[in-house]
């Protein structure tokens, strides 16, 4: 019987916790963590979530959830590169900690990942790890245990709770994971999958956590009890 090609990591265990990988040791020279981030622009942020709390509230949300991703990539053994989504700002809070910035390039999600996932490879970074801006449970040791896992497999995959993927990380180019697809739904992560064991490609499945795109996801997220709920209690009678 063959072994699966896959590892799944439990919720709570960190890269100190796994003597399989505790003894590597990757130089930060090999390593790119690429960040996706939309331009913090009033009404071009989190168009779903804004429909329930309207445009000024959702931009405060994003702000919140991009805050928090510098926080913790900035504690990453990794070069980071900020992919923005419309123009290179003359100042941002990724900026600040000296994180390099680029543009994103494509017509789709799918194409914007795939360009800036080959972009890092072909600049030399054999490790490339891609997370976007919202999710409030991502945390340092969940980017290292990503990292981690590529030396040992082909590719990682962070899940998200809405059957999307959080995080997604490569050793080489896999343009059928990413172009040609239809994004934003629950299949998102079953037919990544799909398509690496079809091209005979391991990986590893990181913690699934959740992603905020809607009044829902953000009810229920940590973000609620600890900094929002008092704000919009009145307002939309939350309970």
């Known amino acids: 019987m063959n072994a699966p090609r896959y590892t799944i990591i439990p919720l709570g265990d960190c890269f100190r916790e796994h003597p399989r990988l505790s ?18 622009v009033t009404g071009q942020v989190k168009t779903r979530l804004a429909k329930s709390i309207g445009n000024e509230k959702a931009l405060e949300v994003y702000e919140i959830l991009r805050r928090h991703t510098d926080s913790v990539t900035a504690l990453a ?3 980071r590169v900020v992919f923005y989504s419309d123009f290179i700002p003359a100042s941002d809070i990724f900026l600040n900690e000296g994180a390099e910035a680029k543009l994103q390039d ?14 890092m490879l072909e600049s030399g970074f054999s490790h490339v790890v891609l997370i976007g801006t919202d999710c409030p449970d991502l945390n340092a040791a969940i980017i290292e245990d990503a990292f981690s896992a590529l030396e040992n497999h082909d590719a990682v995959i962070g899940p998200a709770k809405d059957g999307g993927f959080y995080l997604i990380g490569l050793k080489k180019s896999c343009p059928g994971l990413f172009l040609q ?59």
């Open 106 to 119: 494509g017509d789709d999600l799918g194409e914007r990942m795939h360009n800036a996932i080959c972009d």
């Open 181 to 239: 697809r239809t994004w934003s739904t629950c299949s998102v992560l079953r037919e990544t999958i799909e398509t690496l064991e079809k091209k005979g490609m391991s990986y590893m499945l990181l913690p699934e956590l959740q992603d905020i795109d809607t009044f829902e996801d953000l009810k229920q997220s940590r973000l609620w009890n600890e900094n929002l709920s008092c704000l919009y209690l009145d307002e939309y009678g939350v309970q």
């Open 77 to 79: 053994k990794a070069k």
């Open 23 to 40: 003894g590597l040791f990757m130089p930060e020279r090999t390593r790119m963590l690429a960040i996706f981030s939309k331009n913090p």
